[in-house]
Each structure stands twice: as C-alpha cells, then as structure tokens.
C-alpha cells in the first residue's frame, strides 16, 4: 500500500512513521509513505492559505495548493483514494475501519476511474458508499489531506474528497492528529503489520462485545488479586469466564456499542445475562386528570394489548395495569380471564404470549412490593413525562450503562391521562427525557410512548455492513 500525506507540518510525522508497528509495516514493504509539504507547493511568494470570504475572522488552505499537492501525489503513484478530516465528517469506528481494510489492495490497477467522476456519481445518488469505489478501482494509493486554521475550502472537498472523516466530535488544531489516529487504526488490519493476527480479532469492537479483562504478574497487586479462574489452567472455564467478563463489561460501559453492533442471538443471549430485568407500570391511578387535579382513568383494551406486545418484544418481566378502582378491576380480570385461557390461547396465540405479562395492580406500592417479592431488591424506578421536569434525578436514552451497573431490577412508569402526579415523580429514582419530535405537538398516546421508549432503551439498532 502506498500513502501519500499531504500537510502544512512533515515534521510531526518523522517520528511517528518511525516508531512501533508504523515503522515495522514501512520495514516489511507492506506500506510505503510520502510526505508533501503545502508550502512547497506554492509559488514565489505566494502563500497556502487566505482570509476567508464573508464576515468573520480566520485563514483557510487555497484551493490551489491542495490542488498541485494531489496532482504531485497522483504524478508519483498513479490516481488515489483521497481522505480529508473534518470534525463534519463521517465518525471513524471499528465497523469504519475493517470496511476499509476489507476494500483496499496492496496491489491494483492503475486504471481506475477518475475521482471526480466518482463524486458526481455520488452526489447524483446513483452510488451512496466511497467503499464500492474502493472495490471496484482497487486502488493501491491513499491521500490523507490534512487541513490546519479553519480548515479546507469546501469545494475543495466537494471536487477531491472521496470521504471525510472525523475522530470524534471535537475540536483539533488541524487533521494531521486525526490522520495518525487512522493510520494507527487501518494499518493494524492489513496482514503482516501485527505479529498476532489473533490479537487483532479478539480485540474490543471487533465483535458485540469488548476485549475482556486481563491480568499479569504478580498474582496480587495494591490488594486486587488475579480472579482464581485466570489461574486455574483449565482453558476451557478461562475461556468462558473471559467471554461472560467481555459481555458483562460491555452491557456496563458499552451497551450503545452492543446495539448497534449487529449482534448474533448467542450473543444478545450472553449479553441479557447482565441487563437487569425490567418491568413496566401504566398507571390509571395517582395521575392528572386536570392540569393539576389528581385522580384516576379508565382502562382500555387497546392500552392492555399494544403495551403488552411491546413489553413481549423488548423482554418486559411483568406489566403491570395499576388502578385503585375496583370496578376498573373487574373489567381487567375479565379481560385476562380469557386471554390467559385455552381459549384465549386458541383463538390468538401471539396476542396470547404476550397478554400473559400483564398483572392487575392497585398501587405504585404494590406494583414495587411484587417486583421486590420476585427480585428480593426494590427497583430503580425510572418515570416518564411528555412534559420536561425539573425534579428529580434526568437521564437520557443513552443511560443504560449507568442504569444496569447498579445491578438492580428497573421499573419504567407510564402516566395515563395529563400524566405522572408529582408525587409519582418524587417517588422515582430517575426522570426519563421526553419523547420529542421536530414539530411543537406532543399528544402522543401511551401506546406510542411507550413502544418509542422501549425501543430507544432496549431496542437493537441494525447496521448493514457491506
């Protein structure tokens, strides 16, 4: 693999290219770089960068100069891919990488497109990922551009730039950082670069989980020992040990990564090993009825059958129908009766599965006292709101980690009616942000809230990965 770098500062890549598994890779033959200064690029007294148009303040590369700098890359080793950073681009993951990794040869054709032409394909919409292009062309030659002050003159990416990547969601003082974490990234997937190619495919985000945790000499250290399993000698319980450890500590940092990690059943199996159970109360009691009366709802049927198939598909324990009126109690039983029944059973299987989650409940308090029966522990009670609220503890839908590493059941409350009561609220140990779209009305039912809930909290997220 041949790679050009073209930036303001060569200096910050000699040791960098010297050093560890890069220089080992450029020793082997299995890559080979070319630094290109801008300025050198420049004519007589010309400068590589100028003010940029418009109010504000700021210096941004010549179009010019990123324009000489790639026909002199392109004139020693044939067309290249080009890769610009940007903190706007497409974010570098795992995923990123080993579809980089997966689409480029060592060695190709030299008679590949032109890269213009693949960005006006791009932008027609006839081809929407650059990693076809990589496929197809085969190229053999990547360019890292590396921008610096405000960064690149946007047409410049719109004409050259066949990605745009960015290392995180902050700010840097230029991409020459950002090509060294990508070179870092895509060089210890080509075969040869790391000693162990076993050490790269068990490694974290490689997988639906992370690496596990490892341990060295001495056995003990500042009172932490060396778990008895690691040394045991029976490779096969360290095995296991190490991969139940991984799905432990990624449900606990990493469950983000786990959803959108396309993850197989034996692994979603593993994994719902340490994810807490959940339950779910709809509450028709201890509710607004009024913008600040409290009082009770009315059940309905479809509240009992639609948040039941939700809570069947994302793994609900129970779900619990809260109300103090017996009248209201009645009607649900009846309702159960028979969907709980052979008959209810024949006449609905799947409606049948899922009503069977279902328990009649006539308080907050008693809806805990059963969870805590079963578990031996009080639940985390999360509240819900379509409303913003100020009191309590908020968490987002980003919180699971946070949640299941407290190792207890969790409890999601729904409000019937105008909501929650605050003395529901003040009750819960964590409000849950609203449920919110980009237009002002917000009258979703409970059904929909809580279906759009469960999925953001428990859902998978499925990735294609080409």
Excluded at 64 to 87: L, Q
Excluded at 387 to 416: C, E, H, M, Y
Excluded at 450 to 466: C, K, P, Q, T
């Amino acid at each position: 693999m041949k790679i050009s770098i073209i930036t303001v500062f060569p200096e910050i890549y000699e040791s960098f290219l010297k050093t560890s598994l890069v220089a080992r890779a450029t020793g082997k033959g299995l890559v080979e770089f070319n630094l290109v200064r801008m300025s050198d690029m420049c004519k007589p007294k010309e400068h590589i960068d100028e003010p940029t148009c418009g109010p504000g303040t700021g210096m941004i590369i010549k179009p010019e100069i990123i324009e000489r700098a790639i026909e002199s890359c392109e004139k020693k080793w044939n067309k290249g891919f080009k890769i610009f950073f940007s903190p706007q681009g497409k974010k570098l993951d795992q995923r990123l990488f080993q579809k980089l990794a997966k689409n480029i040869r060592s060695y190709g054709s030299t008679s590949s497109p032109r890269t213009n032409d693949i960005i006006k394909v791009a932008v027609r919409g006839e081809l929407v990922e650059p990693y076809e292009q990589i496929k197809k062309s085969n190229y053999s030659h990547l360019i890292l551009v590396c921008s610096r002050y405000e960064g690149m003159d946007v047409r410049v990416e719109e004409y050259y730039a066949d990605e745009i990547l960015s290392i995180g969601d902050y700010v840097v003082m230029g991409g020459d950082l950002p090509a060294q974490v990508f070179l870092e990234g895509i060089l210890r997937l080509i075969p040869g670069v790391v000693g162990k190619q076993e050490s790269v495919e068990q490694e974290s985000f490689t997988s639906a989980f992370l690496d596990c945790p490892e341990y060295g000499l001495p056995v003990e250290w500042k009172d932490k020992k060396i778990p008895e399993i690691v040394r045991s000698g029976n490779h096969a319980q360290i095995e296991k040990w190490r991969t139940e450890q991984a799905a432990k500590k990624t449900v606990q940092k990493r469950f983000d990564w786990f959803v959108l990690s396309n993850p197989s059943e034996k692994e979603i199996d593993l994994a719902k090993k340490f994810i807490p159970n959940h339950y779910v109360a709809l509450m028709h009691t201890q509710i607004l009825v009024k913008k600040d009366q409290v009082g009770n709802t009315s059940i309905t049927s479809l509240d009992i059958h639609d948040i039941a198939r939700s809570c069947a598909t994302y793994g609900i324990k129970n779900y619990f129908m809260v109300t103090l009126l017996k009248d209201q109690q009645k009607i649900l039983n009846k309702f159960l009766d028979f969907w709980k029944s052979q008959e209810g059973k024949d006449y609905n299987l799947s409606r049948f599965v899922a009503v069977q989650r279902v328990v009649p409940s006539f308080s907050l308090d008693d809806v805990i006292a059963k969870i805590k029966e079963q578990e031996n522990v009080e639940p985390l009670i999360i509240a819900t709101s379509a409303r913003d609220v100020l009191a309590g503890k908020q968490i987002d839908f980003f919180s699971q980690s946070q949640i299941f590493k407290l190792n207890r059941p969790v409890l999601f409350i729904f409000g019937t009616g105008h909501g929650l009561s605050e003395k529901v609220l003040k009750k819960s140990d964590f409000i849950l942000c609203p449920v919110k779209g980009m237009t002002d009305y917000n009258h979703l039912s409970v059904r929909s809230a809580a279906a759009i809930v469960l999925d953001r909290w428990l859902g998978l997220n499925s990735i294609i990965i080409e």
